[in-house]
């Protein structure tokens, strides 16, 4: 719902994650941090030539805009709304690797990379969903608005439907002692260790995987 609020205002957010979601007073999910978001012009697309976003869950429209000239739609909103969602069911990202450019390499070679581990028991409609939401952008589940993510099979149940949730009861609800109450934040200690200095490393660009698989980069100057 807040996605597709979002979407009808004419802007993209471009960097949905858990990071970026909190819980109302009432136990329901809110989503936060519009730092990212851009607007969409008249035909409901962007233009960037800056990957913005978080690493695991950009979508490939959005990486591959680095240093050229993106143009994508609110389409890869729903893509990381898939990475979020596999992560949170199988309980690790859909295409980590031990470095960025290995994690940029499996996403870009999604139809190959996606995987779900046996070992781990899940719906067929979960994962017809998260295969849904994490494909090629001009066939993705949500291209065509949110009314066909509305009427996947994951959803239906006797409960709630995603246009009445918020009057259902939520799984998990905060306990507060007031609208000031910061007790479910974690405490940050002040760091006074001095700074380090490192090496200049230099932008990732999109277009430095034009063959899926090839992970070298020259990472400093």
């Known amino acids: 719902m807040s996605l597709q609020a979002i979407h009808s205002l004419g802007f993209v957010h471009r960097d949905v994650k858990p990071d970026n979601m909190l819980l109302d007073s009432t136990g329901h999910l809110k989503l936060a941090d519009f730092g990212t978001c851009m607007k969409m012009d008249k035909d409901g697309l962007v233009r960037s030539d800056t990957a913005v976003g978080t690493p695991d869950y950009i979508s490939p429209e959005v990486l591959q805009s680095q240093g050229g000239e993106g143009v994508y739609g609110c389409e890869c909103d729903w893509w990381s709304v898939g990475v979020f969602l596999y992560e949170m069911l199988i309980g690790d ?48 589940l949500g291209k065509n608005g949110v009314d066909e993510i509305k009427r996947h099979p994951f959803f239906i149940n006797d409960a709630w439907t995603i246009d009445t949730i918020r009057q259902a009861v939520p799984p998990v609800i905060p306990d507060l002692n007031g609208d000031d109450d ?11 260790s001095p700074e380090e200095s490192f090496p200049t490393v230099k932008a990732f660009v999109g277009n430095h995987l034009p063959f899926v698989g090839f992970t070298y980069c020259k990472d400093y100057q």
């Open 93 to 140: 990202t859909p295409f980590y690797a031990d470095s960025l450019v290995g994690t940029y390499g499996k996403i870009m070679d999604h139809k190959n990379s996606l995987s779900f581990p046996e070992d781990v028991e899940i719906s067929n409609e979960a994962k017809s969903l998260i295969s849904g939401f994490l494909t090629d952008r001009t066939k993705r």
């Open 182 to 192: 910061t007790s479910n934040f974690e405490e940050v200690e002040p760091d006074d």
